[in-house]
């Protein structure tokens, strides 16, 4: 049986795969092996008992909205407009500062 403590480590190793996988992202690393590498272990932990589909949930979000600034659906938003954009207004599109543009 997992205790607490074990718990406890399990959820801040998750925490930082999840801020170290966010970070790189934002940083504009493609991150593909290493979200499924997190999506893995997160999975693990709810085979084990030791988190539920729904903390897993909400540390993600939580993480993400830290890291980002905004939340998951924010930023998907964001990021599909500025797409659209570049396709219809490509000038409009380059007119928008690159930092502002991640």
Known sequence: MIDEKQKVRF???CTEQLIALYTASKNGKK????KYRVQGFMH???LLGIITNEQGKALIADLHVQVFGETIDERATRK?????LKE?????YIEIPAIERR
């Open 88 to 92: 219809s207004d490509p000038d409009a």
């Open 31 to 34: 991150v593909d092996a290493e």
């Open 80 to 84: 599909r407009k500025l797409d659209a």
């Open 44 to 46: 693990a932990g709810e």
């Open 11 to 13: 959820l801040d190793a």
